[in-house]
């Protein structure tokens, strides 16, 4: 597989692990404290990094829409790489070299270990939609082919947002770009609400159009697929008002045999088995009579939904759409570009089920449409979707989180959704630089990311001191006291309650010798040497 090399790679490569792990200071909650939904103000490369503990794997949709690298300063959004915190974390990762980057070196470097922490968070059936223009739309898609492997490539889809163009460049441009991702084979997108479907034909059961119940594939074939192939038997006087004629899977007298059809020479298949067929015979599968005298099987399709696309082009995708909405919402524009309410719900309509608690997650959240659309798809199928946004600019709260506020309680005409959420800012660091633990974080904080660092799993308090908790019949302690040493010896021994086959024992010091540990089934480890670091 090709890799993209630039500039400054090496230094990313791995900058996702060195990335310090700072804890997550909830400022005020709108509505319920504990709904899920989060609006974090703050770098996003450290409030990814503070959402692993809770959310690694468990993230089913991430949608972004970084920096173009167009080098345009003059928008609300900054989608310039040359800003000036972009500058100083260049600086200080890539080094002197960073000083010679090109634009296109730069942007790479900001998105590389922002895309590796991105894919650690996205569950295994979970999908990435990364909106992009061409700048960087094919750095892009290498970066992304190695980090979240090109198997797992589904589509680039072209949104044609601006159907008049922008008129600059030698050629007018109307389109962006989606590139979509899974995580793994595990994920199969969503139909989505086929807008223009009106059903020509109806039945008792309601409208309906036709679809050949033959599979056209030759992959599927009579010699490796013998169960789809069988026989069909067509009454051909049985015509109804659709024109269609009545099937059985039993030979009868006055009935014509109809097995699929060959393509390209070969003996396909149906797409359905015979038990299936049986159960929608004369319901939802027919015959239908073609020009040339004979057959075809076909499906009463009655789903008015469809496959996405991979061009967008309709009024849902117009970008002025985003701006009058937001407008409308604070009554000014106070954003430009923003992208418009139905674009983002087709894409968590694509990627998340109303029926789960998915977690969509938006690290460039910008004026916070990402938020609007699950409050508004939860409002309508009663859904019970979440959010997490991430924003660095100082319009975190102002703008982002106002707009979703505003979406809850309603504005203007406009009916609220309900829905809560809560405010959050990066704070300290858990780790100092010297890899001391900080002594103003709580110490609840650090057990969560201890356990987190041990087991990969959520920490739960436990009501014995000092216990993280138990897995696979080990229990995890974690003896720790701000203003004291602690030592692991007889007497702490005799303090622990829980009666498992292992016991692993973060302490100051050790005084157990070997052979009491191993008689015991303990392993210990040094505060605070030996805690992992994400």
């Known amino acids: 597989m090709p890799v993209l090399n630039w500039i400054g790679k090496e230094k990313v490569v791995n900058h996702h692990r060195q990335v310090p792990y700072r804890i997550l200071e909830s400022r005020y909650a709108h509505g319920l404290a504990d709904s899920g939904n989060m609006i974090v103000h703050g770098d996003n490369l450290d409030a990814l990094k503070a959402l692993l503990p809770r959310y690694e794997g468990r993230v ?3 949608y972004i829409d970084p920096p173009y690298n167009t080098g345009n300063e003059k928008w609300v959004y900054n989608d310039n790489v040359n800003d000036p915190k972009m500058r100083k974390w260049l600086g200080e990762v890539v080094g002197k070299e960073g000083e010679d980057l090109s634009r296109h070196d730069k942007w790479l470097c900001m998105m590389y270990p922002r895309l590796k922490l991105l894919h650690r968070l996205l569950a295994d059936d979970g999908v990435i939609f990364i909106s992009i223009d061409d700048n960087e739309v094919f750095n892009l898609k290498f970066v992304c082919d190695e980090i979240f492997g090109n198997k797992n490539f589904i589509s680039a889809i072209t949104v044609v947002g601006n159907p008049r163009g922008r008129d600059y460049g030698g050629i007018a441009r109307m389109h962006d770009y989606i590139l979509v991702y899974k995580k793994s084979s595990m994920l199969e997108l969503n139909l989505i609400q086929d807008k223009d479907n009106n059903f020509v034909l109806e039945d008792e059961l309601g409208g309906f159009e036709l679809r050949e119940l ?17 026989p069909f038997y067509i009454d051909p006087a049985s015509k109804d008002d659709n024109g269609l004629f009545e099937i059985w899977l039993e030979p009868k007298s006055g009935l014509i045999e109809h097995y699929p059809l060959a393509s390209q020479g070969i003996n396909v298949v149906w797409r359905w088995g015979k038990q299936k067929s049986q159960d929608n015979l004369n319901v939802n599968i027919k015959a239908k009579a073609k020009r040339d005298g004979g057959y075809q099987i076909v499906e009463k399709y009655r789903e008015a939904r469809m496959m996405a696309r991979s061009v967008w082009w309709d009024k849902d995708t117009n970008t002025e759409k985003g701006t009058l909405l937001v407008k409308e919402i604070f009554e000014d524009k106070v954003f430009d570009y923003p992208k418009p309410l139905e674009f983002m719900m087709r894409i968590i309509e694509m990627g998340t089920d109303a029926e789960s608690d ?14 609007h659309a699950v409050l508004n798809m939860n409002k309508q199928d009663g859904g019970n979707r979440k959010f997490i946004l991430v924003e660095m600019e100082d319009y975190a709260e102002g703008i982002t989180a106002e707009r979703v506020r505003r979406v809850i309680d309603g504005y203007g005409n406009t009916e609220g959704t309900g829905g809560s959420f809560t405010y959050y800012e990066l704070g300290e660091r858990l780790l100092l630089e010297d890899g001391n633990l900080n002594e103003d974080v709580d110490t609840q904080r650090i057990c969560e990311y201890v356990w987190y660092t041990e087991t990969r799993s959520e920490y739960v308090h436990q009501d014995e001191y000092y216990l993280l908790g138990v897995r696979a019949d080990t229990a995890y302690y ?57």
């Open 60 to 62: 089913k949709l991430v």
């Open 214 to 230: 033959r599979n056209r594939n030759i992959r599927f074939n009579k010699e490796n697929r013998p169960n789809l192939y069988y």
């Open 358 to 371: 998915d977690i969509i997650l938006d690290s460039f959240a910008g004026s916070g449409t990402t938020a």
């Open 478 to 534: 974690f003896y720790y006291e701000k203003d004291s040493i602690t030592t692991l010896d007889h007497s702490f021994l005799q303090s622990i309650k829980a009666k498992v086959g292992g016991y692993l024992i973060y302490a100051d010091i050790n005084t157990l010798s070997a052979e009491e540990m191993d008689a015991k089934g303990i392993r210990f480890k040094k505060i605070p040497r030996d805690i992992s670091r994400l």
